[in-house]
């Protein structure tokens, strides 16, 4: 039975640039494309939210660069709580789907790792391999 689950992922950057923030996007909602295989098909929207300290870029433009041109989505501000990890990009992905939520893996990488360290005990990411699969999959679409 296909129910509509939450897939979550965050990710940081070293500094408010808009090229590092669409690269670290895009990173992270391919790791969460490829651990759940996902087809933006299945897609119902997605919400990404960012720190107060970024502001260069829409961390959506990523998606929209991935080719989720029909799926809706949203930015906005994440809650700005003192001691808080800066520099935080964060998505939310409402995801049509038969996978139980228990089959669910969501994606914590650099240093937003440290938002779930119970949920980052994934494989080490092989970024020149995820680069190389990211810049495939831009061509096709």
């Not at 990523?62 to 709580?81: D, F, T």
């Amino acid at each position: 039975m296909t129910m509509c689950r939450g897939v979550r992922g965050a990710t940081t950057v070293e500094q408010d640039d808009r090229e590092e923030i669409l690269k670290a996007t895009t990173q992270l909602l391919a790791l969460m494309i490829r651990r759940n295989e996902i087809d933006s098909a299945d897609l119902a929207s997605a919400t990404f939210t960012v720190t107060k300290d970024l502001h260069s870029e829409f961390p959506a433009l990523a998606a929209r660069q991935l080719g989720w041109l029909e799926v809706p989505l949203l930015c906005g501000y994440e809650v700005s709580v003192e001691g808080s990890l800066p520099r935080c990009i964060r998505v939310l992905l409402h995801w049509n789907t038969t996978k139980s939520q228990s089959e669910i893996q969501h994606v914590y990488i650099r240093d937003a790792v440290k938002l779930r360290p119970d949920l980052s005990k994934v494989p080490a990411v092989d970024v020149e391999e995820l680069e190389r699969w990211i810049a495939e999959h831009l061509k096709e679409d």
